[in-house]
């Protein structure tokens, strides 16, 4: 069992910044490709970003926020990280960590543990 707890949300204007963490616990981090996911009100959850394993971890992310935000992991802290620059509003929703050994599986959205999300609020 992998438990993850995401912070970091909060209220920002538009242009600014933000980090995301997710602290993962309960077995090795190492071995999972971890991503994030986004929920706004009133519409479905979507894929933001998701890491790979690994030295060299390959990443992959969202058309909307490609250039805005990098995803990151320290293995050795058992964190994933998001670090959103340049926001908007439309990026003000819930944001979830996801974690699976499987790289596709995560970046589906099928993963099999998440976390409980954080929220990030963007004011224009």
């Known amino acids: 069992q992998v438990e993850l707890v995401e912070s970091g949300g909060g209220l920002v204007q538009a242009g600014g910044s933000l980090r995301l963490s997710c602290a993962a616990s309960?077995?090795?981090?190492?071995?999972?490709?971890m991503g994030w996911f986004r929920q706004a009100p009133g519409k479905e959850r979507e894929f933001v970003a998701v890491?790979?394993?690994?030295?060299?971890?390959?990443?992959t992310y969202a058309d909307s926020v490609k250039g805005r935000f990098t995803i990151s992991r320290d293995n050795a802290k058992n964190t994933l990280y998001l670090q959103m620059n340049s926001l908007k509003a439309e990026d003000t929703a819930v944001y979830y960590c996801?974690?699976?050994?499987?790289?596709?599986?995560?970046?589906?959205?099928?993963?099999?543990?998440w976390g409980q999300g954080t929220q990030v609020t963007v004011s224009s």
């Open positions: 996801a974690a699976d050994v499987n790289f596709i599986v995560v970046k589906v959205g099928r993963s099999s543990y």
């Open positions: 309960g077995r090795t981090f190492s071995p999972y490709a």
């Open positions: 890491i790979s394993v690994g030295v060299g971890s390959v990443t």
